[in-house]
């Protein structure tokens, strides 16, 4: 039986096993999950450093020659 720490892995693909685990909880289980999946989600594209990086290689001049 697959447990709650096997289904919120992130980056991998998921079985159909996890997939039906993960119906198998409750629903207020499962939109604990996606709440926090979604958190993190919004962090990864709320990251300062990121903005930075993409305005350097993004930002400047732009010189015709």
């Given amino acids: ?22 119906l198998d909880l409750p629903l ?4 604990r999950i996606l709440l926090q999946q979604a958190e993190n989600a919004a962090n990864q594209y709320e990251i300062e450093q990121s903005v930075h990086e993409r305005e350097a290689w993004q930002g400047g001049d732009i010189v015709e020659q």
């Fill in 28 to 31: 207020a289980e499962r939109r």
């Fill in 1 to 22: 039986m697959l447990k709650q720490k096997d289904i919120v892995r992130a980056g991998e693909p998921m079985t159909i096993q996890i997939k039906r685990a993960f």
